[in-house]
């Protein structure tokens, strides 16, 4: 995988395909600083159609109170009510748009891109308690569906940092919580097991 800078690729020349997927990725990962400034679990997306951003978003449960508010449905909100993004009613609005979230989509935001027809997923680390596209159900591919198409989901990019960025969440007091509980003692682990990356899950 490549790991040059976002603005060009390792020789100066024009960005190759792995250098577009990172400079996406950092701009889903400046998302989830924003939600982690905002005190919330800190997973953030961007979605791409036509080389251009046309939605990002954030974790907004906390602040909502309501744990379906997940990244990737705030920003499939803002896109199917923009009438210039969803011009029309059409059965897969997302199939010519592309996600990069910074954390694998959760096994209900994996099942809501497969009935909008999401053209492709690219993710950060794994989610080994929800991942929704072959961590705990292929519900992106690997589970048959009657009717809707699958889509690849690749990870690992950017995920040491979007794993990092999540530890520096759950160190500190997470004061919405239901039930506060003390992290006085807990330090920051840096150590992060290495796995094969990115992690293809083809359909
Ligand atoms: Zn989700």
Redesign the pocket.
Known sequence: MASTGPSEGATGGPLDKEDIHMQWMQCAMDMAEEALAAQEVPVGCVFVRDGRIIARARNRTNQLRNATR?A?LEAIDEILANRELTPTVTEYPLSETTLYVTVE??I??ASALRQMGIKEVFYGCGNDRFGGCGSVLGVNSALPHPKHPGYRATGGYMREDAIMILRRFYITENTNAPVPKSKANRVLKTDIPSRLSPKPQAA
């Open positions: 997940h990737e989509p959760c209900m935001c």
